[in-house]
């Protein structure tokens, strides 16, 4: 398949209307189209990013010798048609075009009317030279002369029967082709009224709709009518006319029509007759309607005779000023890429909106004051590009949106916005954030809106809306944009303020998979979906700005992949959802080098890391997966440890919470703190909550008077397994003394794997000592460990670690001495090996003599490091003294002999008794009465 993307380029230096093309598009396209046998010029399609056709002649005689997939367009070609350098566009070539017999053109304005009838017959000469493929209302540059330029518009082209005239697509120029010059549309719409035969123009009313191309600045001061309206009001073409946008009524303090207010705001136009059936004047195709370049949207247009003051309303005439709060309509965006994304939400929107806006040509007694939407959804979820989709496909409609966290006088604002869409509609006036104008009110705290602002939200959505669309011509609907419908104050969140209430969703996998596809559409499917699986909990916002740092690092980086590319990203980039979130963050340490708890790691691998890695696996299961886990077991056994290693080496997101922090001293900040600590979760789904000394949370109902810990547990109970779903919430729990805790907590459905994380044996110990070793250069067989173990019964993995940074510190100590003897020729120790003073701050430290203070101490070890870090042969010898100082086991044995166990054989029994409990068949102990605890002695 040929590509047919191809970049604009522009020769600047040409004269004609012909485009260029490679040689390699000449051979592989338009060779085999026409059988070998091309002719000297041929028609292609060119399709803008804006959606319209354009026709031009290629030239197959001269192809440039740019990149193969470029355009060369004259410079006047692209000027007519639009296009910019540098923009991709579509390139259809096409080879059954009819031949055009006869071509009439017409001046495009007024003032080029007197150049194109004087010099009628030289134009018909240059564009019978230049111009190849012609179409309906296609704009053509003429250089008459050096320095006198003129503009012609096809008006009529004929391909054989005159009764049959080209609608759409483009004719091919022979020799045979005539073009015709109207030259007398000047002298009919200046002379016909003199001589009786024509009526005066009229004023009128009329729609106004922006051009769908680019705005040719030339042609700003141009209106294109069907010949049915300026029969109507007496318009011809050349006819020039007064043109008063109704929205910049809006604007004024003082709403007043003078005759001063048209001199300054009247604009001046010229009308152009048209009947063509595509392109702009399609637009014009119903009866009071007009199309004009300088438009941005759909608005309604006072068309009066010019004859105020020609001078005073020119092209370039003064605006009237602009508010603040009224911001300009969105820039397009495709709906069915939204639908993708969004699913049926911009679909009911839009099919909203087309009904309400349809029901001004029913009854009065036809209820419309109830099509005001509410669009819900979180920050950055994509309402503000849901409303830009839809209302891009509603041409016909005036857009005004107010961003309410932004004005500073709302009732001001709203007023100017009602009435612009009043003078305007159908209009839609959008509310942005409109909870931040009127929130929820919420308990204990002062009214957060006051009764003059909540009296217009109500008067604006009830009263105003529904007067305002029972007027003819057009109806007004509001649409307004907030968090959540909680969000909103009540008295305007009901059906009758609001009709429908739509809600956008947090995207998932697919959806994001589908945006990422649409921002990246020509990478690998392997790459967006490896790329897609780093945005878990991105939002619509996140994903843009993210995929914008992608690109910027693809262009600075052509080699990388997307995934890799992705990968930098992310790690440097904090979604909407995880900010003021704190993550568990530590040393990333492999899976595989923690020593012993092989039961402990598989449990919580295959609870937390399968279902996340993997989560449309596990979606198809049909039973609900277990998310609770409950780790137990001896103090200091490595049940944090675990955990936070799990986090740092798969990448998970994970908020600990210690006991003792989620008590307040309030009533209800308790139950408080625990419901914004699963609603964080929830934002940063997946995401792992890990409860430390769980018992000292959630102890046994009932043991506690003043009933706080009560109230802790049963909220813990609703997010556990309640109403309350935790879809991708994970809850990790760690105690020392888990007979402590309330037994509906470890029921199924909850807390319902008791994982037990023992006192580590003789293999695990091993493990766990050639692990802390590892870090060190010491080398130890074996055997060496295995005898280090044997001595360590009833160690935890803490008391080990203890044990192995003692031995470090001496080592470090040896090494230090070392260097001390050296610096004061081998008369002072630093573990005390001189002679001390009696005084309190007294001793001898690396020859620093008797009587030195703590002051002095850390000069002297400065200079001993920058000694042993120095370039010389005696800082090199010290840096091989350092490495021939290592661990041996002498060191480990001290350290053993130094150390002393953390567990007693009575507090190993204990625990025994309590995983006895845990361990005869049940993952959950036997239920308990209130206030009781369990036995375990």
Not at 678 to 689: G, H, N, Y
Not at 701 to 712: C, E, H, K, L, Q
């Amino acid at each position: 398949m040929q590509q047919s993307s191809f970049e604009v380029a522009v020769d600047r230096s040409s004269q004609h209307s012909f485009v260029t093309v490679s040689q390699h598009y000449l051979n592989s396209v338009l060779r085999p189209l026409y059988g070998g046998r091309l002719p000297p010029a041929v028609p292609l399609r060119i399709t803008g990013q804006s959606g319209n056709d354009i026709y031009v002649g290629c030239l197959t005689d001269r192809p440039h010798a740019r990149s193969k997939f470029v355009l060369l367009f004259p410079l006047a070609l692209c000027y007519d048609h639009g296009l910019s350098e540098g923009e991709l566009v579509e390139c259809v070539p096409l080879s059954n075009a009819p031949r055009a017999t006869k071509v009439l053109v017409a001046p495009l304005t007024v003032d080029d009317s007197e150049v194109v009838e004087q010099n009628a017959l030289r134009i018909e000469s240059l564009l019978l030279r230049q111009v190849q493929v012609v179409f309906p209302s296609m704009i053509i540059s003429v250089s008459i002369f050096p320095g006198v330029p003129a503009k012609v518009i096809v008006t009529n082209i004929e391909c054989g029967d005159p009764q049959e005239k080209l609608r759409s697509g483009c004719a091919t120029m022979h020799e045979g082709t005539h073009f015709v010059i109207a030259t007398r549309v000047r002298r009919e719409a200046t002379g016909g009224a003199a001589g009786g035969a024509a009526a005066p123009p009229l004023w009128a009313f009329v729609r106004g709709r922006p051009a769908r191309g680019a705005a040719d600045s030339s042609d700003a001061a141009v209106v294109r009518v069907r010949s049915v309206t300026a029969g109507k009001y007496h318009w011809k073409n050349g006819t020039v006319l007064g043109a008063l946008d109704c929205a910049t009524v809006a604007t004024l303090d003082k709403q007043d029509l003078t005759p001063g207010f048209l001199r300054a705001y009247l604009k001046q136009v010229t009308v152009v007759v048209t009947d063509a059936d595509d392109g702009e004047a399609a637009d014009a195709a119903e009866e009071d309607v007009c199309v004009m370049d300088s438009l941005s949207q759909a608005t309604n247009l006072l068309l009066t005779p010019h004859g105020l003051d020609s001078s005073a309303a020119t092209a370039g005439s003064a605006r009237p000023r602009s508010s603040n709060a009224l911001l300009s309509p969105f820039s397009a965006v495709a709906l069915h890429a939204v639908a993708q994304v969004h699913g049926r939400v911009a679909e009911d929107l839009h099919r909203h909106l087309v009904a309400a806006l349809q029901q001004s040509t029913m009854p009065r007694f036809v209820n419309l004051h109830q099509n005001n939407v509410l669009l819900c959804g979180g920050k950055g979820f994509g309402k503000s590009t849901v409303v830009r989709a839809v209302l891009d496909t509603l041409p016909d409609v005036h857009t005004v949106t107010i961003e309410c966290g932004k004005t500073k006088s709302f009732s001001a604002d709203i007023a100017r916005a009602l009435t612009e869409c009043v003078l305007c509609k159908p209009a839609v006036l959008v509310l942005e954030n409109f909870d931040s104008i009127a929130p929820a009110q919420q308990e204990g705290h002062v009214a957060a809106t006051s009764a003059m602002t909540q009296a217009t939200l109500e008067a604006t959505l009830t009263r105003f809306c529904y007067q305002l669309s029972v007027r003819p011509r057009g109806a007004v609907v509001l649409v307004a944009t907030c968090s959540s419908r909680d969000a909103v104050h009540e008295a305007l969140r009901s059906a009758y303020c609001f009709r429908q209430v739509l809600t956008l969703e947090a995207l998932n996998r697919s959806s994001r998979t589908v945006l990422l596809g649409q921002l990246f559409p020509h990478a690998p499917c392997e790459d967006v979906m490896a790329t897609t699986a780093l945005m878990d909990n991105y939002t619509p916002f996140d994903v843009k700005q993210l995929a914008s740092r992608m690109r910027a690092k693809l262009a600075a980086e052509p080699a990388l992949s997307l995934r890799e590319c992705a990968e930098a990203c992310v790690a440097s980039f904090t979604p909407l959802a995880h900010t003021g979130i704190n993550f568990l963050k530590g040393e990333k340490v492999s899976w595989e080098s923690i020593g012993g708890l092989e039961e402990a790691k598989k449990t919580l691998y295959n609870t937390l890391v399968l279902p996340i890695k993997y989560p449309q696996l596990f979606a198809r299961l049909p039973l609900k997966t277990r998310s609770g886990i409950l780790l137990y077991g001896p103090s200091g056994c490595g049940k944090t440890f675990i955990l936070e290693s799990l986090v740092n080496a798969e990448n998970l997101h994970c908020i600990v919470i210690n006991g003792p922090e989620v008590f307040g001293k309030y009533i209800g900040q308790s139950e408080q703190k625990i419901r914004d600590v699963f609603e964080r979760a929830q934002a940063a789904a997946p995401c792992v909550v890990f409860f430390d000394e769980f018992d000292s949370v959630a102890p046994q109902r009932g043991a506690d008077d003043s009933g706080v810990t009560d109230r802790v547990v049963n909220q813990l109970l609703c997010y556990l397994d309640g109403v309350e779903g935790r879809k991708d919430v994970f809850v990790v729990a760690a105690s020392s003394r888990p007979d402590l805790i309330d037994a509906a907590l470890l029921r199924p459905g909850r807390l319902d794997k008791a994982v037990v994380c023992p006192v580590p044996s003789e293999d695990d110990r091993v493990a766990i000592l050639r692990s802390l070793l590892s870090k060190t250069s010491a080398q130890f067989s074996e055997e060496d460990l295995r005898q280090v173990a044997r001595r360590t019964v009833n160690w935890t993995p803490a008391d080990l670690s203890a044990m192995v940074s003692s031995a470090n510190t001496l080592v470090s100590m040896r090494f230090m001495d070392r260097l001390a003897k050296q610096a004061d020729g081998g008369t002072s120790s630093i573990r005390g090996g001189g002679t001390a003073t009696d005084g309190e701050d007294g001793f001898v430290i690396a020859g620093l003599g008797d009587g030195v203070t703590h002051e002095k101490v850390g000069d002297a070890l400065k200079q001993l490091s920058l000694a042993a870090r120095g370039a010389t042969a005696a800082a090199a010898s010290n840096e091989a003294a350092f490495a021939a100082e290592q661990m041996s086991m002498d060191d480990l044995w001290a350290s053993v002999e130094a150390t002393r166990p953390s567990l007693s054989v009575k507090d190993i029994q204990k625990h025994e008794r309590i995983h006895a409990l845990f361990s005869k068949g049940k993952s959950a102990p036997p239920p308990t009465p209130p206030g009781s605890r369990l036995v375990t002695r």
